[in-house]
């Protein structure tokens, strides 16, 4: 199994360590805490994959974003921000990187390294995920009425047509 080459950048250290645990398994996963040292970082190594905090202390990601576009290697993008960071956002988008919001990243990151991905992030980031929210509801299958209390095999008790 051939593991992703990550350089991840967040400044704040509990999210840094959170994020380098998700992925732990399926990435070797090097992490920086400032734009400085992660500019050596992908200046020097090759990666798959840039996983980057939007706002960065003195910078914002994108720097390092344009960067790593500019490798000769081909590298995905992930950035991430907050819902302030609509513009920011969409100018990421438009970059051809991935965006993410700050509160679903950590949940997030494994599927990003480990699956099969568009070439361009076409989500609206302005719009929250359908699956965040809460429907309520049940399935079918759930309710009384069609539950199976004699213990009938289920093939015997549909409906014909």
Same mark, same amino acid.
């Given at each position: ?20 645990? @998700?992925? !732990? ?12 040292? @992660? ?31 500019? $490798? ?28 993410? $919001?700050?509160? $679903? ?14 070439? @361009? ?10 699956? $965040? ?10 309710? @009384? ?10 093939? !015997? ?5």
């Amino acid at each position: 199994m051939a593991f992703n080459r990550v350089l991840l950048v967040e400044p704040e250290t509990v999210l840094r360590l959170q994020m380098r645990s @998700a992925v !732990n398994d399926v990435a070797i996963i090097d992490t920086e805490s400032g734009v400085p040292t @992660a500019r050596q970082r992908l200046l020097g190594a090759p990666y798959d994959w840039h996983v980057t905090n939007i706002r960065l202390q003195a910078y914002n990601g994108l720097h390092l974003a344009y960067l790593a576009r500019m $490798s000769t290697r081909p590298i995905r993008i992930l950035i991430y921000g907050n819902g302030d960071d609509l513009l920011l956002a969409r100018e990421a988008q438009q970059l051809g990187a991935f965006y993410e $919001s700050r509160t $679903s990243v950590v949940s997030s990151l494994p599927g990003y390294l480990t699956g099969l991905l568009p070439a @361009a992030d076409r989500r609206d980031a302005a719009l929250p995920d359908r699956r $965040s929210m809460f429907r309520g509801g049940r399935r079918s299958g759930d309710t @009384a009425m069609f539950s199976n209390p004699m213990g009938v095999r289920q093939s !015997n008790w549909r409906v014909r047509r």
